[in-house]
């Protein structure tokens, strides 16, 4: 089998200013690899912080991960946000402006779960951008 096959990169169109991002997992049976966004904050002086969600179905009680970056983000920054499954979340930013977050190794996601996030104190000039998903397939329906 092609690597096709097992590896899909889902790229995200921008969700607009003020909006979160909302990717929805496609049939069959998924694992996260990795996921990496870019958060361009307003001049409207608050703290944001990152969080990301995933979710079984459309039920949104039912959380199956849950992870804050473990940092704030103030006002007219650029930061990006990156997680990925093996290596240690940093609660400080790298050189390059890049929060780290660590991914579960072993959560299955199947289709119709949801990769999200939930961004506290985001203000509508706030914009997602640069938005990226790869995921591993372990079952086609």
Do not use: H, K
Not at 7 to 13: A, K
Not at 24 to 52: D, K
Not at 109 to 138: F, H, I, K, Q, W
């Amino acid at each position: 089998m092609a690597l096709d096959d097992f590896i899909l990169d889902v790229t995200v169109p921008n969700p607009g200013a003020g909006n979160e991002i909302a990717i929805t997992i496609p049939s069959g049976v998924w694992r996260v690899v990795s996921f990496c966004a870019t958060l361009t904050t307003s001049a409207v002086v608050a703290n944001r912080t990152f969080q990301m969600i995933w979710r079984q179905g459309v039920n949104a009680a039912l959380f199956i991960f849950l992870q804050a970056a473990g940092l704030t983000q103030a006002a007219s920054l650029t930061n990006r946000y990156v997680g990925a499954r093996g290596i240690p979340s940093s609660a400080a930013l790298i050189a390059t402006n890049s929060a780290i977050i660590q991914l579960p190794a072993d959560t299955v996601l199947t289709g119709g779960d949801t990769v999200s996030t939930s961004t506290v104190n985001l203000d509508p000039g706030d914009a997602y951008s640069n938005v990226m998903l790869r995921l591993e397939r372990l079952w086609r329906p």
